[in-house]
């Protein structure tokens, strides 16, 4: 196989990331959430009290945004910042920040970096339609709203927070709506992606369904799939 690139996009809670981190392993490819980018900076705006139209101070930082991947831990600057990003505080600002347009022109410049020479299984909202339009795959992961917001739920407690449903619900509609109709770079399925309703599937079945289908355009199929 040549240099292989691989979008994988949809809402938060779909699987996507789960997905494509396995996916990488299985394929030997190194794998970026790019959501962890939106989170590094509204984390940062957040920390240092910066407004969203503070746009200059906001480009500063962005630009200096460098993010390193250890295992399962996020790196900022040199900082380990896994539980910071993933807060409710960031979590409920994250959309807002990422709507503004120079901090996504500046994020999907440094997403673009990291395909390499081998390629790149990348996940995220855009990443079909703006960061990499050329992907040799593209897919778009869906499920039914409550079972996103349980599956949420449970990466909270994982994190040692417990949450209401309830609010995780209306965070997520909040989210949704928010990613869906900004003006830059919206939520939108790629007319070229296959889509995926992840509501009854296990992350094993999601990788799989990706899986068997870049190794058979590949003719690579084998007995064992
Ligand atoms: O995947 P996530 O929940 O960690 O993403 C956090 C937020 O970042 C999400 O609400 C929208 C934004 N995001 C984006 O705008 N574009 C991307 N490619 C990835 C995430």
């Known amino acids: 196989m040549g240099k292989l690139i691989i979008a994988i996009d949809g809402p938060s809670g779909t699987g996507k990331s789960t997905t494509a981190r396995l996916l990488a392993e299985k394929l030997n490819l190194p794998y970026v959430d790019s959501g962890i980018f939106y ?6 705006l957040f920390k240092n009290k910066i407004k969203p139209d503070e746009i200059k101070r906001i480009e ?8 390193e991947f250890k295992d399962e831990d996020v790196y900022l600057n040199g900082i380990n910042v896994t539980k910071e990003i993933r807060t409710l505080d960031v979590t409920n600002r994250v959309s807002s920040v990422s709507k503004i347009k120079e901090i996504r022109k500046i994020i999907v410049e440094k997403l673009r970096n990291y395909a390499g020479s081998r390629g790149v299984v990348m996940d995220g909202r855009d990443i079909g339609t703006v960061v990499f ?28 927070h417990k949450i209401p449903l309830k609010k ?38 999601q990788v799989d369904f990706i899986y068997k289908r870049i190794v058979s355009a590949n003719n690579m199929l084998n007995n064992e799939l």
Do not use: H, M, V, W
């Open 133 to 160: 339009p050329e992907a040799n795959y593209k897919f778009y992961f869906f499920c039914d709203l409550n079972t996103r917001a349980a599956r949420r739920q449970q990466d909270f407690l994982d994190l040692g």
């Open 168 to 205: 995780i619900l209306l965070e997520l509609k909040k989210r949704d709506e928010l990613d869906k109709n900004r003006k830059d770079s919206p939520l939108k399925i790629s007319d070229d992606a296959i889509e995926l309703d992840t509501t009854n599937l296990i992350i094993e079945e």
């Open 39 to 44: 989170r590094a900076i509204t984390y940062l």
């Open 60 to 67: 500063q930082i962005a630009k200096k945004i460098n993010l």
